[in-house]
């Protein structure tokens, strides 16, 4: 760690993973509620478990994506950063703001958290990701342009990078987007279309600059490679996922109500999507392979290759199973769009986020990587968290063609809930497996307390 500033992101990584634990154990809840329909309920009904899993799995998201740039940010611009100060308190307002939110949404019915949120003054709730009250929505943004600004005040007085300037690229685009989710029209197709403005352009736009510009910086950071070579590649990949990722927004209007040319353009563009990761996953062995030098610490180039591959297959791959609108027909809305979901999230931002963590907290400690039992841990958590992924994506992938087609293309169609008790076995799996992530989430945490024999701080 070569900047004084570079330790708030330390803040910042250890509320991400205490969310991220909060996330997947509510995945976990929810995925019981599957088979055992009352499970907790009137505690905590599916409604709310699925309510508080997606939101928490964005807030945490946010939380590292920060910390990774107040830790980048820095090293990249040559200077600290511009006001460590309005760092922490942003951190802590972004922080209570989500702990009384999730809080909200567990202890008071929603109908009566709008009352309570006076968002019948200025309605934007009630759409899925964004159920955040009115007041929270505010305070996002109020964070947001804080942290933009803070970054840019640091990349503008500072040495200009590539990275540096994609990520603040993302990051603008970021709180852009988010403000459509102030617009709440009346009209239903109105309101889903700019919906996807938020949900689609955060997830296969502008958050796909941030995830390949950390990816970029951590691999710089562990071989050693010139930095000509890894931003000739960045700029190929976020300019694909850029010109893909805009206009294959059309996939999500396929039958809302919108023309229907956007099937075509939908169908096509989005046929393009997986064309950046597969190349980031090119670029990631690429530059592996070349390397000048073996780095200490394996994890963090293990989470960097396992995030280009896993990036290709979940949202790549995945994406590509049901992204044409004839395929699309007959599988939107069924777990073949939860699989998609499932394994995107873990391998496009779950593990970037994971990488930078895996990199930075050693250097945050005075050590260049953790020391070898730490290691074997962390590596021990990647395949358990990776591998119960696959099995979720999988059997959710299987489920899903079998919803649609006993429910939608079959000459005897069936009822939803009948279909769905067929496909119980494959929703118990999807259980196990993620018991066995949240054992593997455990097991990477653990690692950071375990001891062993130092890696002493090596600049360069």
Known sequence: ??????????????????????????????????????????????NVARMVHTNLLIVWLLFGFMGSAYFLIPEESERELYSPLLAKIMFWIF?????????????????????????????????????????????????ALAFIFNIGMTVLTGRKTVISLVL???????????????YNPDNLVLDKYFWWFVVHLWVEGVWELIMASLLAYVLIKVTGVDREVIEKWLYIIIAMALISGLVGTGHHFYWIGTPGYWQWLGSVFSALEPLPFFMMTLFAFDVVNKRRREHPN?????????????????????????????VNYYTHGTQVTSAHGHMAFYGAYVMVILTMISYTM???????????????LEIGSFWL??????????????????????????????????????????????EAAGVVFLAGLFLYLYSFFAKGKEVALVEG
Do not use: C
Request: net charge positive.
């Open 95 to 143: 922080l209570v703001a989500g702990a009384l939110t999730v809080a909200g949404y567990l202890l008071v019915p929603y109908a009566r958290l709008a009352e309570l949120t006076m968002n019948d003054l200025f309605p934007t709730m009630g759409r899925e990701f964004l159920e955040q009250p009115t007041i929270t929505k505010l305070g996002i943004v109020v964070v």
């Open 385 to 430: 968290m990776t591998i119960s992924m696959v099995v979720i994506t999988l059997f959710l992938t299987v489920a899903g063609f079998m919803q649609a087609y006993m429910q939608r293309y079959a000459d005897s169609p069936q009822p939803f809930m009948v279909v769905q008790d067929q496909l119980a076995t494959y929703y118990w799996i999807r």
């Open 168 to 182: 603040l690229t993302g990051l603008i685009g970021l709180a852009v987007f988010f403000l459509f989710s102030f």
């Open 1 to 46: 760690m070569k900047y004084e500033s570079q330790a708030i992101a330390k803040l910042y990584f250890i509320a991400a993973m205490g969310l991220f634990v909060g996330q997947i154990l509510f995945g976990v809840v929810m995925g019981l509620q599957y088979v055992v329909g009352d499970f907790l309920f009137p505690l905590i009904p599916f």
């Open 298 to 326: 394996k994890a963090a180039v293990l989470w960097a290759l396992g995030t280009a591959v896993m990036a290709f297959l979940g949202a790549g791959v995945w994406g590509f199973l049901h992204t044409l609108a004839p």
């Open 362 to 376: 050693p250097l945050m400690r005075g050590q260049k990587a953790a020391n070898a039992t730490a290691q074997k």
